[in-house]
């Protein structure tokens, strides 16, 4: 077992945990954020630099500081470690500039991004980022490309987190995309059009942290801040069939996976789940998904509290409230 210490806080955790994880279970405003780490995928992290920290005591033995910032989601604690995120100024300006720097090729799109409202990067950018771009050279520009049946990718939108790369290799049989090219030329591409058909190719779409990847039975139906999120399940041969209805009135929209607190897939869904079954008879409801207070999605307040929870058997989690103590 390693102590850390994060923004003054202690915590012991295993050895061989990373700083980012450490600080997710202390939890709250001290979570670096990360772009391109994500739990499920082993690999992961290390791409965007998003979560930069300052590791002002490397440990108890070695007690000098890492001469630069290091990516929490890479880094390993080591006992007696003191580590300043949200603390450190150094840090903060370092953060600004690295999203200043993913937003260099992004468009300016999301009054019609399908994933407005509940893109990693517009929060990054709105907590961290900069009014104004010193950029001034040409952006890049790419045509969309189906790559699939069900998906479509805009590569402009793309800021090369490698998830989708990482969650083809690692839950299908057969990876058919990847990164072509380097550096400034990078790109995700098949070379092929419409050859992205296997049953979990749907994964892809619930990693990306931005809009780069979209659901083609979903592109411009509705914002996401109008659907009611429903928990929902079946009996699925393939896949464990928990799953998320994004629903308006009786129709649903969309079906995606379960995700936690960070935006990460808790388990992955087949296709057939995600795209065939988009009636509410096809499902058995269990409740409404419970969604953080901070995202524009819970302005519909559709979450009613019961306060008598006894009286009420069977309730989602998400519904049950504690009385306020006096």
């Known amino acids: 077992m390693a102590k850390v210490t994060i923004d003054g806080i202690e915590i012991e955790v295993e050895d061989g945990t990373t700083i980012l994880q ?38 108890a033995k070695d007690t000098r500081p890492m001469p630069k910032l290091v990516a929490s989601c890479i880094t390993h604690v080591q006992d007696g470690m003191v580590v300043e995120n949200t603390t450190n100024e150094e840090v903060l300006n370092a953060r600004k500039s690295i999203v200043e720097m993913l937003l260099i090729n992004h468009p300016l799109d999301c009054p019609i991004c399908d994933q407005a409202g509940e893109c990693s990067l517009q929060d990054l950018s709105y907590e961290h980022g900069v009014s104004a771009q010193r950029f001034e050279e040409e952006r890049r520009t790419f045509n969309k490309v189906d790559l699939g049946p069900y998906i479509q990718l805009h590569m402009t939108r793309c800021i090369l987190c490698y998830r989708c790369v990482y969650t083809a290799d ?12 380097r550096g400034d030329a990078a790109e995700i591409g098949t070379y092929i059009e419409n050859v992205v058909d296997n049953d979990f190719s749907g994964n892809v779409i619930d990693v990306c942290p931005v809009g780069a990847l979209t659901d083609k039975t979903w592109r411009f139906k509705n914002r996401v801040w109008f659907t009611k999120p429903l928990d929902a399940h079946r009996d699925c041969p393939t896949c464990s069939g928990k799953v998320t209805l994004w629903t308006r009135g009786e129709e649903v929209l969309r079906v995606t996976a379960r995700k936690d607190q960070y935006n990460e897939v808790e388990e992955f869904i087949c296709n057939t789940c995600r795209f065939d079954k988009k009636e509410t008879s096809d499902w058995t409801i269990e409740g409404p998904r419970h969604i953080d207070s901070s995202s524009v999605i819970s302005a519909n307040h559709y979450e009613l509290p019961v306060l008598n929870v006894p009286i009420v058997p069977n309730l989602p989690v998400s519904t049950k409230k504690n009385l306020p103590q006096e």
Do not use: D, N
């Open 22 to 59: 450490a600080a997710r279970k202390i939890g709250g405003k001290i979570v670096p954020p990360a772009m391109c780490y994500y739990g499920p995928l082993k690999g992961s992290g290390g791409k965007c630099r998003v979560c930069l920290v300052k590791v002002t005591q490397g440990s």
């Open 170 to 181: 690692q839950i299908t049989e057969k990876r058919v995309h990847g990164v072509l090219g």
